[in-house]
């Protein structure tokens, strides 16, 4: 089921243009000035006076006494009909109901300003009527209304050159339309306003129309943007020493850099912020921080974290009555405890953020906590109830005229339907949503509601019409790619469109469509890898080159290219696709049914999953989430028996079905391309029902898709390596905290250095700055040392290295962020991590995001890693063995590690946790 997901996010805590001090003052006379159309010179000079008494009462935040001299000013100019005095008494009551915040009663003095001043001709106060009715009714939400008078007053301003008004008429312009999530306006317009402030030299005005240009930046996905803007807002912050606005644009900040997955820097501003927050006592701010921080940990995966901050908000929000915090912290803590599967914690959480919703009349809020509720019964299998909750939030998504979560509420009841079997339903409310997102030309939205009524269809037994619409979802969701976003950002855009890809396949299958099936899958796999390396062998062209979508022939002609047979598989829940290209040209398609396997952990993930986590278990790996641990060779956590049979269920699982079409010659190639779980399993060590190792069979390497290796054999073919030097790297010392000395690593690097005719880098000499200085020269880069990964900043894994400071450039860490951020300048043909867990990181749609993918987008064509935490004496003995094979018996880098696997095998043949850690990714050669 593509059922979405909805929680009432936390918004920005930007600082926004309020009605109650962003008012148009009218051009009233000081007393004194000369009297015009008057019938008594001295009942004129009394209402002058009234109305300037009136703005020194207003000017010290007397506004009711205010109102009563301006009431009286104004029964004096209309008994002596001085059209222009009534004018100016008029706009004045204006504005102090708008300072008021009682917009109501503020449009109707202005109104009435508005048609005598027009009468007169007096253009200075048509323009700021107008231009105080567009902030009244911006300030009333009627965004329409708040453009059409804004822009009346922007015209006349314009003509007359009053540029107060300009600029404010274009602020509100700015801010109506985002509200309207018309961004692109919004920041035409906002931009148009910073050019006049700016000239003006107005500090404050132009500190918030920076933070308005960062919000709207930030909405519309354009992160750098963001930054760069409330950069230049932080900048006049500090110049005007405002603590509290220096505080709330350091929290946007760090909502920026937690968009970028830059979690680091988030933290770094949000905690910034919340300092200062607390040291002003301003505890609405500190309370916006904190529920900032809580969505940070939450990206983490840090839920303990993320239940702190939260509920710590949540304490700030009811001591204050800020009913808006309260539901953001609520929203916060029902998603955390959503993703820890306690629905119970979950479903109170958002039944408080649904009252307070109600309480404080925010229907939208309301909707979209309805619409949480939803998903959650829906996780529980409750459709009635989820129903329910999805047709509340239809109703007030009509009544509120949001056609967007109106789409998303009939999608969401579509899905439900789908889930109970009733496709007729479903294909009706998957339609209404397409209608409406293709009306409001919401084109993500299109794609997923094109995707939702593709599965339908499917289900319902329609699949032509089914594969009609996953195409055109496909075609939609790929027009939506922005080549400017950086690869992280890609990477996680790209996941969110993997679905249509799955589903298509098994609509082309069921139509026996497998050779167009096997173009799909190469088509929704590693395309922001693709595109990273595509435009990093083009260096003389800035612009990213077209990506041209592999078809049958291509893929027939990169494995003869490649010399092998390419095994490429698809896993489904119920099902699994297997490929098997061969150099010949020839393609076979077998699919394996999974339901064998049974249900699987239904939090854990598929049954597949659960079989290749068991699997690592039981050789004593399983699964280590921080990513440093040591691990012996007598593990006692290994389980022979249970280790057999789950290497043996795998082995018939993934290779029994295609045996037959694998080379007989155990020399010739076999490249497996894995899909999501199946990176992690160690295929070398799958055994047959003869008990036989599959390496004993087959010379085995990796690829996270079939395109990729087309382009690591360009990398190869492209790089001049020749007279360059080998780098081996041999346990540093010292380490950061946490990694303890590899003395069989030592001997490794000492031994591979001999065979390399190097000189090795050794203990305290095995520092970052040494060794970044070595990397872009290095035609072999050997590194045995520690390794981590992290599965939530898998850019943050990496290799130990010898600390000699604090800084990121001392920090003995060196990181897959800094090695990605070589840009290609590498030019090594082999790239060997002997460390733990160096082939680990987060899967994603893209592959693996670690270690290994950075080293291959800095310019490496074969990449060496480790699937877990190897043993330190076994693998110095089988990287030994492997440069033998590769520089004594010049064997391809694949041949030499299957030889020394071998080799391995005759003294620890039970024992594949001391020898089959290690892949080999890209080229062979």
């Known amino acids: 089921m593509r059922l979405k997901r909805f929680f009432w996010v936390a918004p920005t805590t930007v600082l926004l243009i309020v009605s109650q001090s962003f008012r148009l003052n009218f051009p009233v006379p000081f007393a004194g000035s000369p009297v015009v159309a008057q019938t008594s010179d001295a009942r004129k000079a009394e209402a002058d006076r009234l109305l300037q008494q009136g703005l020194q009462q207003d000017q010290t935040s007397q506004s009711q006494v205010a109102i009563q001299s301006w009431q009286q000013a104004l029964i004096i100019y209309r008994e002596i009909k001085d059209r222009q005095g009534e004018v100016w008494a008029l706009g004045s009551l204006g504005n102090a109901y708008l300072g008021l915040e009682e917009n109501a009663k503020a449009i109707e003095y202005f109104q009435k300003a508005l048609v005598i001043a027009r009468e007169i001709q007096d253009h200075i106060s048509v323009s700021t009527a107008l231009g105080n009715i567009g902030i009244a009714y911006y300030a009333l939400k009627n965004y329409a209304n708040a453009i059409e008078y804004s822009q009346q007053a922007l015209v006349i301003a314009r003509e007359i050159q009053d540029r107060e008004v300009e600029y404010k008429a274009l602020s509100i312009l700015g801010e109506a339309y985002y509200s309207l999530k018309n961004y692109v306006n919004a920041i035409e317009y906002s931009q148009q306003a910073l050019v006049i402030i700016r000239a003006i030299q107005n500090r404050k005005i132009e500190y918030k129309m920076l933070s308005n240009l960062g919000k709207t930046y930030f909405f519309l996905g354009e992160y750098t943007k963001a930054i760069d803007y409330h950069q230049q807002a932080l900048a006049i912050a500090k110049e005007i020493e405002d603590r509290q606005v220096k505080s709330a644009t350091l929290a946007n900040l760090s909502e920026a850099y937690r968009n970028l997955e830059e979690y680091s820097k988030a933290i770094e501003y949000a905690q910034e912020a919340l300092a200062i927050a607390r040291e002003i006592k301003h505890r609405e701010s500190e309370g916006l921080v904190l529920v900032s921080l809580s969505w940070t940990f939450f990206s983490l995966g840090d839920y303990v974290s993320a239940i702190e901050y939260s509920q710590q908000a949540l304490a700030i929000s009811r001591e204050i009555q800020d009913p808006e915090i309260e539901g953001n912290a609520l929203s916060s803590l029902s998603l955390t405890f959503s993703s820890l599967g306690d629905y119970a914690r979950t479903i109170e959480y958002s039944q408080q953020a649904l009252s307070i919703a109600r309480k404080i009349k925010d229907r939208e809020g309301e909707g979209k906590v309805l619409g949480n509720l939803s998903s959650v019964y829906s996780s529980l299998g409750n459709y009635t109830k989820a129903i329910d909750y999805l047709q509340q939030w239809l109703l007030i998504a009509r009544e509120i005229k949001d056609r967007e979560s109106e789409g998303r509420a009939l999608g969401g009841i579509g899905n439900i339907y789908s889930s109970l079997g009733n496709y007729t339903k479903a294909i009706d409310y998957h339609q209404q949503d397409l209608a409406i997102s293709k009306e409001i030309k919401d084109s993500l939205s299109e794609g997923q509601a094109l995707n939702n009524l593709g599965l339908a269809l499917y289900k319902s037994g329609n699949l032509l019409a089914a594969e009609k619409r996953l195409r055109e979802a496909m075609e939609v969701k790929e027009s939506l790619r922005n080549p400017d976003l950086d690869d992280r950002k890609k990477v996680s855009f790209f996941d969110t469109q993997v679905n249509t890809y799955h589903t298509l396949q098994q609509v082309l299958v069921a139509q026996n469509k497998t050779n167009t099936a096997l ?246 000499q095995a520092t970052e700055p040494a060794i970044m200085q070595k990397l872009p020269s290095a035609r072999i880069i050997h590194l045995a040392t520690h390794g981590t990964f992290n599965e939530q900043q898998p850019l943050l894994g990496g290799v130990a290295l010898a600390q000699t400071g604090k800084d990121t450039q001392n920090d003995g860490l060196l990181t897959a962020d800094e090695i990605f951020n070589l840009d290609g300048k590498l030019s090594a043909e082999l790239l060997v991590l002997s460390a733990c867990n160096t082939g680990r990181g987060r899967i994603t749609g893209d592959g693996v995001i670690g270690l290994s993918r950075s080293f291959i987008a800095a310019g490496i064509p074969s990449v060496l890693v480790s699937l877990w935490a190897v043993p330190d004496a076994p693998t110095a003995e089988l990287m030994t063995e492997f440069y033998t094979n590769l520089y004594q018996k010049k064997l391809d880098k694949a041949q030499s590690l299957r030889m020394a696997m071998l080799k391995m095998m005759k003294t620890h043949r039970d024992n594949p946790r001391a020898w089959a850690a290690f892949t080999l990714i890209g080229e062979a050669e």
Do not use: C
């Open 519 to 764: 173009e799909i899958s190469e088509r929704g796999r590693a395309r922001a890898f693709v595109e990273l390396l595509t435009k990093r062998l083009s260096p003389k062209s800035d612009a990213l080159p077209p990506i041209k979508h592999p078809s049958f022939e291509d893929i027939k002609k990169i494995s003869q290219q490649q010399n092998a047979a390419i095994v490429e598989y698809s896993a489904f829940n119920k099902e699994l696709y297997i490929w098997v290209i061969s150099p010949n040209g020839k393609v076979t398609f077998r699919p394996v049914d999974l339901k064998s396997l049974g249900a699987g952990a239904t939090a854990g993930g598929s049954p597949l999953r659960k079989l290749v986590t068991e699997s690592l278990e039981s050789l004593g790996v399983g699964e280590d989430r921080n990513g440093i641990f040591e691990v012996s060779i007598t593990n006692p956590a290994a389980d022979p028996q249970r280790q057999t049979k789950s290497l043996k269920q795998l082995h018939q699982l993934l290779i029994q079905p295609i045996a037959d079409l694998l080379p007989s010659n155990p020399e010739e190639r076999v490249i497996f391309i894995p899909h999501q779980d199946l990176f992690r399993v160690p295929f070398a060590a799958l055994i047959d029902s003869e008990g036989k190792y599959l390496i004993e069979k087959h010379t085995i390497l990796t690829a996270p898709s079939i395109q990729l290796l087309e382009l690591t054999h360009k990398q190869r073919q492209n790089a001049s390596r020749s007279g360059q030097e080998a780098l081996v790297v041999g346990n540093p010392s010292p380490m950061p905290k946490g990694f303890t000395l590899l003395k069989g690593a030592q001997k490794e690097a000492l031994d591979v250095a001999q065979l390399l005719k190097t000189q090795p880098l050794i203990g305290s």
